[in-house]
């Protein structure tokens, strides 16, 4: 019996409502984002009025077995859908747009703006869950007034194309929101970070700037993209068998240049997985991705061709099971099977919890006599987040009034907020504040004035939030010990047993007697119920759950989860 | 509901028993450790005749839920018990000795032969299991025959004190197990791995070279331990608070090095943790750690002094979450509560698998004010495996004519056999033999010849092997959806309910009223078994089944496990 490392995850804190709002202030809250990685999403209030900057969903991790997606929790705003002017979408991430499609459920008309790509991701998105929201296209170095929000969008550099960081002017100030960002020197596609948008902005005065943590922490600056082409061109040029490469189903640049090199060595190129597919068809429609004629080929015909004239682009890169390199690694790939000889490059990150999973994908490879290329033993991969250094330019550049460091766990919050302050930003005026608490900008001060509940929300199959707390608590009972069932018949009004008790374990033991001996004991506190009177079958159960309970911890040493049921008959 | 990402492991390969051995050949088979990282146990067989290196036990992870430790499978030595001389044990860590309990079980009087610090680790832990095993004390430098089996043992470098490697002399040739091992040529007790004897013995001649491939991906070479003592006493020279080391407690020259630095900086130092305590206290006994006097306080001094006069030294580095710092970093330690401004030092690697569980300790503490320093933002920790330059090393002093990796992962195994071959061993004579595939050396060849069963055995509580394959994937079941219960009592003779069918789910759903609709549902199947004459409980039961089945997987798109229980009556 071992204990589960998650069964006492940090509480947030308690719920403490803020003051009405001053006029002329605004409020900043985030449902989701701030003291976790994904499902980000910020609301600002301004004169009753609510902006939405981003609706993305998180990953589970093995605290929330069996749940698909996590979602911002709308409880702050549900009452107040009315009131809410636009949502922004900075791009097409899923921890950016996963979770509109439940919003829209509750706001279908609901004005959402973002970039021509962003807004094609969450359409196709949307179609899938039949829903055709109302669309605003805008572009960088564009203003637009949404009600009381004056907002400007500015170009931003990330691992995903068309990605904006927008300003938010109201009378309460100038806010300053990246999304997420870095400040990649040689883009591919010439689209810098608009820094110098950022020193206008800076100089006109941003009251508070909320900025990406996801790299605080670590030092010095991203290498550009554009380095890994010549990795890869290394790699390919010296194979004469297959290729695979594995990466992120949105990094359109990363497999621009993938195409790129596979093209100058006569290679065609398959695209393997739905989602990479989609996806690299919506950006070459949008003129994001450059596609050669005759360049790419299907499955079967890729399947067909010569080991040494194709590449194949995959999802996967995460250890996920169900991917085709996850089955391709297990032997089960229908079309295309590992042999020695095969290269396979993960051109990717590896997102902290899935480190096992990739792990043992790159084991089956290897052991079917794959040469695998991965972030650890050359650079197929630079992250979409601005490292320390690009940071430090940032905060420079803007010279904020007041920081709130967003998209982050409390170390990179942390870490953040250090930069910040080391620039020269006054240390009381860095707020960080996780999901939920509320943080106003009055007189060109932002404290923290109180917290609104921000609990976990998840989606488990068809549903929304009926698996909660409790339910996951009792998975991870059931994940670590299984179960142990005691069933029996009684009368009653005299509270005899009328059946043999049965007793059966899941999860319990392979041994099939491993139960056996609580039979009798079971049958013991039986006669000892009936003899003391006890008809109430609920008391009867308890009764059996504790003699049970007790005599597995004593034989066995492990805490499965004990399940009397008594029928009255 | 998300599929498991561990429902398909790898499944080893089928078994296939090897012809005879051949006479004057030695036979080698691991019964664990390789193409894993853990629980290595390695058998070698001359004449008849078995000698045993080292018997360790495994951490579970995610696909292996509730389990405590995994061991070596006995099963191919489990009826040659007494053909066993003896065991050896390379050095003290917990994948080495942790399941030589369990083997000694089966054969209590087990001559074992290890260094001074193994065997007392091994005996503090054999006293917990009341044992009293036979303990022969090596040194580096000694020869011992044990039967047919001339044994050398040879000073190694690694992360606990007093690690040996061991030469293995037959007629059928000479084979050198490196154990765990690296070359750090400054080592903080001066013993350096016996680089010189490895040469002797390669120019006696090597035929089997077992090689620890822990690091073999990894270029370079690992930096000195001696130089983590100055990077910890820049960070404590400069705290005037509280601080906190957390390292692995084996690790006596880590552990020393933070003795040094507390006594520079005239703070006394408190061991949190009771595997920190022993060991240390087991260290200091032999001499192998320098306490100076005075320096210890038990925790409760510890907790009252300045808070500028203390280090704490705890276990906790990999995020257990019942450890002293996991306790921390809650909030929940009862005399070490965690302020703003402490200092807390993770001296440590982060094992794959534990990033998850590392990083929310990180972040706890992050979040109550300290100052978390880890090897991800200083040199507070190196590797006690050696890089692939000094597995260079390695090869070209001994020159092996055979080759084969032990201790690692499929991928490190390969990268180890590539270092092997690039140093001029014939790429025929590198063995990559994972766990069960059985290796005979005859006439100076190391060639596979078949393969023995090698399975998981579970230790779960108290019972060992009980818990398997089948109880293991019940359990991921339970984990991912939970379970729904259907229990009915029915006429024996008619086959008619005479109960009203109760529905209750456990991990399935928070809300009360999710199983309600399928309770007419399994009236209505009732009513249908009843009229068709069925009698049998388990056909009714297997109807029921399938109808809840059908349900919850339409209403919910989910896949609980479904348990039908129809009593007689």
Request: include cysteine; proline fraction near 6%; glycine fraction near 10%.
């Amino acid at each position: 019996m071992t204990l589960n490392p998650h069964l006492a995850p940090q509480a947030p804190g308690p719920a403490n409502p803020p003051p009405a709002l001053p006029p002329g202030g605004l409020r900043v809250v985030a449902l989701g984002g701030i003291g976790e990685i994904g499902r980000n999403m910020t609301v600002f209030e301004y004169d009753g009025r609510l902006l939405v900057v981003d609706c993305g969903v998180l990953f589970p991790e093995d605290a929330q077995p069996g749940v698909d997606l996590i979602l911002p929790d709308f409880r702050a705003i549900e009452d107040r859908l009315d009131d809410i002017e636009a949502l922004v979408l900075t791009h097409g991430h899923e921890d950016h747009i996963g979770a509109v499609p439940f919003l829209l459920r509750m706001r279908p008309d609901l004005p959402v703006y973002g970039s021509r790509f962003t807004l094609a991701l969450l359409a196709a998105k949307c179609r899938e869950h039949r829903q055709r929201p109302a669309l605003h296209e805008v572009r960088e170095g564009e203003r637009r007034d949404v009600g009381a929000f004056g907002l400007e969008f500015f170009a931003v550099n990330h691992s995903i194309p068309d990605a904006l960081a927008v300003a938010i002017r109201t009378p309460a100030g100038v806010v300053l929101h990246t999304g997420d960002i870095k400040l990649d020197q040689l883009p591919l596609d010439g689209r810098l970070t608009d820094l110098a948008g950022f020193y206008r902005l800076g100089a006109e005065g941003v009251d508070l700037f909320l900025v990406d943590s996801t790299n605080a922490e670590v030092p010095g600056f991203v290498m550009p993209e554009r380095d890994i082409g010549p990795v890869l061109d290394d790699v390919i040029r010296r194979v004469d068998q297959r290729v695979i490469v594995a990466c992120f189903a949105s990094h359109v640049h990363r497999v621009q240049q993938v195409l790129d090199v596979a093209a100058e060595h006569g290679r065609r190129v398959a695209f393997v997985g739905r989602s990479m597919a989609r996806n690299m068809g919506i950006a070459a429609e949008l003129g994001l991705l450059r596609m050669p004629e005759g360049l790419l080929v299907d499955l079967d015909e890729a399947a067909a061709l010569p080991e040494s004239k194709v590449v194949f682009v995959s999802t996967g890169s995460q250890g996920e099971p169900l991917s085709a390199l996850s089955r391709m690694a297990r032997g089960e790939h229908r079309q295309i099977s590992i042999r020695a000889g095969d290269t396979v490059i993960l051109a990717s990150s590896m997102i902290p919890g899935n480190e096992t999973a990739v792990f043992g994908v790159v084991n089956g490879l290897v052991r079917l006599g794959a040469h695998v290329v991965h972030q650890g033993n050359a650079k197929v991969h630079v992250s979409g987040h601005a490292s320390a250094g690009e940071l430090l330019y940032l905060y420079n550049a803007v010279r904020p009034s007041n920081v709130m460091p967003v998209h982050g766990e409390w170390k990179h919050l942390r870490a953040n907020a250090e930069l910040a302050v080391r620039t020269g930003v006054d240390p009381e005026s860095v707020v960080i504040a996780e999901d939920g608490v509320v943080v106003d900008l009055v007189d060109g001060k932002a404290r923290v004035s109180g917290r609104v509940g921000v609990g976990h929300v998840y989606v488990d199959g068809l549903s929304v939030g009926d698996v909660g707390e409790s339910t996951l608590s009792d998975r991870l009972v059931l994940g670590e010990g299984g179960f142990i069932a005691i069933t029996v018949a009684v009368d009653s009004t005299t509270g005899r047993a009328v059946s043999r008790p049965t007793v059966s374990g899941r999860g319990f033991s392979d041994d099939p007697k491993a139960l056996d001996a609580a039979v009798a004991l079971v049958e013991m506190e039986l006669s000892r119920t009936e003899v003391e009177g006890i008809t109430d079958t609920h008391r009867i159960a308890q009764a059996i759950r504790r003699v049970v309970g007790r005599w597995v911890a004593e034989t066995y040493r492990r805490r499965p989860m004990i399940v009397p049921t008594v029928i009255p008959v």
